[in-house]
């Protein structure tokens, strides 16, 4: 057996690539984490909506139906031992004109076959009952969704990580790597101290960056390398109380699945994200788009005031689907696809990616021909 500076290398200190450590960690596997970032979590991972996701619309037999029920399941136990807050507020997915209450019963079937728990249809009534300022015809309740402290979630990654002797890495970007004659890879990485490492396994998982990683790896196909997509989405904050404890949201739109209401751990209201397909990652909140917003958000509650909205932060969310086409499942390749044994390469993990973290980590070691614990 050849001698490795690592059993294995991650690329990205996202939630998705701790995770992916944390899994080959608890194998009993020595892990290197690089992140370019100065610090864990900067990307994706920091610019979401920290939303745990029932799993409620994916198709069947598709990755992300089967790993945002099982990373949920994963992901409470994970927050209840690691003494990391969240809040199981529930979610109700509302319709607010009779032709979207049909698609409630499309979206119920969907969740059911993807065995999300405890889904319940309300008439408009027990959705009032329960959220009196809604504006809706009707609505699911989907009490296993939440929000969670996704910083917090990461750091216990992390620990997890260097508790097993493993180490991550910041501001080490990745340049290059190459399939070793007798297995295993070299990995190139930059930064303030540039360094050579060999490991068994790589797993590839840096998020907005996959395709330029994936490009830099000596021997793999350029053209199973997907196309990469830029969705922005910008979020506005609420002045004032907080108008719902459940998460609001109205049925998916085409890409994505809609503006949102949400109350944070704080208790501070947010509403986000929309959609726009960008050239390159852009973080700017343009406050122009508040007007849009306001009509949006009037649609499931009426109640608004005029002036309570206020710019907040913006994600990109690393999309291989562009504008108009259907939405893609994640990808999680292995030699299989790109034939270079001992890699896994990741794309496309967006929304339900955070939820999907812990599973996305079980898969990748499945993926390796690591046992099952």
Known sequence: ???FDFDAVVVGAGAVGLAC?????????TVAVLEQEAAIGQGVSSRNSEV????LYY???SLKARLCVRGRRLLYAFLDAHHV???RCGKLVVATTPEEVERLDAILDQATTNEVEGMRKLSKAEALALEPELACEGALLSPESGVFDSHGYMLALQGEIEQAGGTVVVSTPFQSARALPDGGFEV???GAEPTVLTCRYLVSAPGLSAQGVAAQIEGFPAEVIPPAHY???MYF???GKAPFAHLVYPPPIPGALGTHYRRDLGGQAVFGPDLSYVDEPDYTVDPGAAAGFYSYIRKFWPGLPEGSLSPDYAGVRPKIHGPGEPHSDFRIDGADIHGLNGLVALFGIESPGLTSSLAIGEEVASRLGLPDL
């Open 188 to 190: 190139r990485a930059g």
């Open 59 to 61: 198709p069947t037999g």
């Open 231 to 233: 969705g922005k989405g």
């Open 237 to 239: 904050r609420l002045t």
């Open 85 to 87: 807050e969240y809040d």
């Open 52 to 55: 745990i996701h029932g799993g």
């Open 21 to 29: 450590g944390y899994a080959l960690s608890r194998r009993g596997l």
């Open 1 to 3: 057996m050849a001698d």
